[in-house]
């Protein structure tokens, strides 16, 4: 009868181990679930609010650094045609945004350079009245594009245009952040006008290589010319018609920074017509000066060449 208690007693401290080992498991394996699910909710909070202000904060960098890129091809453009300073200058453009090491890859962006004409294009007309032979002018005015496809910070399209850099943000209006030359002030009994065409050529051609690519200006040709040298003693001082036309796919961007430039010259706005697009950006914009004292033009050939091993 004894024998048969303790073999019981045995038998059930035995099942009482057991369970208690068993326990210990399942409280162990519930205890990694648990590390693993707040793992990845704390990961999956990072990807989702850490990620995106990172990526933005690489983003709007890149978009400084095109900016400034732009801004200085412009420079070395201007200082090409106004000088002739070095025939050749070559600008460094940065093609990607930075990334997140291992969660976030690169922005990926593009530089393209489309030839003018068509409808990109600008003409300049001076003339000094009956009798006299007009000055006329015509540039093909090709653009250096430069695409960036932002995925967390707001897409944007930089373009150079006729020493124009012109800033293109998704689902705004373009406007231009850097002045070409287009210098117009009046004084009473006194109207100057100072401006710039650029002839601007180039193969057409795009890339979109990671890292660093080249834009190169090469200037080909140069002048400046003055109402003086044109007409001769009657262009010291006379009275000129002045018309200026410029078809560009950002019309709009040069209507409103021509509107401008007379809104602070002092002309009197009978002194000047001003039309552009009437529906859209496209289109032609189109400037007539009715009486400009003195003019003058630098007018210059540029060539651009976009990426290594095509200068």
Same mark, same amino acid.
Request: aromatic share 8%; with cysteine; hydrophobic share 40%.
């Given at each position: ?104 890859? /690169? ?47 707001? /897409? ?31 004084? /009473? ?123």
């Amino acid at each position: 009868m004894g024998g048969s208690n303790l073999a019981r007693e045995r038998r059930r401290y035995r099942r009482f181990r057991h369970l208690r080992r068993s326990r210990r498991g399942v409280a162990t394996v519930i205890g990694a679930l648990l590390v693993v699910v707040i793992f990845f909710t704390i990961f999956g909070v990072f990807l989702t609010q850490t990620i995106p202000v990172w990526m933005g904060q690489n983003e709007t960098s890149w978009i400084n650094s095109g900016e400034m890129s732009m801004a200085s091809f412009k420079a070395d453009v201007d200082l090409q045609y106004s000088l002739g300073a070095s025939p050749v200058y070559s600008v460094p453009f940065s093609l990607s945004s930075s990334g997140v090491p291992v969660l976030a890859s /690169p922005t990926q962006g593009s530089l393209v350079f489309t030839g003018g004409g068509g409808t990109s294009y600008a003409n300049l007309t001076i003339s000094a009245g009956a009798g006299s032979v007009s000055y006329v002018q015509n540039v093909s005015t090709g653009t250096l594009t430069m695409n960036l496809p932002n995925r967390y910070a707001s /897409p944007e399209t930089l373009a150079f245009q006729n020493d124009a850099v012109i800033r293109v943000p998704s689902g705004a209006g373009p406007t231009i952040a850097f002045s070409p030359l287009f210098s117009l002030r009046h004084v /009473p009994g006194n109207t100057s006008l100072a401006l710039v065409l650029l002839n601007t050529v180039g193969a057409q051609r795009s890339t979109s290589a990671p890292g660093t690519q080249p834009v190169t200006s090469t200037l080909l040709a140069r002048s400046v010319i003055t109402t003086q040298g044109l007409f001769g003693a009657n262009g010291s001082a006379g009275s000129f018609g002045v018309t200026l036309r410029i078809g560009s796919v950002y019309a709009c961007a040069w209507e409103a920074y021509l509107a401008n430039a007379l809104s602070v010259s002092g002309i009197a706005p009978g002194g000047y017509t001003l039309s552009g697009p009437t529906a859209g950006c496209a289109g032609t914009v189109l400037l007539t000066l009715t009486s400009v004292s003195f003019c003058t033009l630098y007018l210059a050939e540029i060539d651009i060449a976009v990426g290594s091993g095509s200068a």
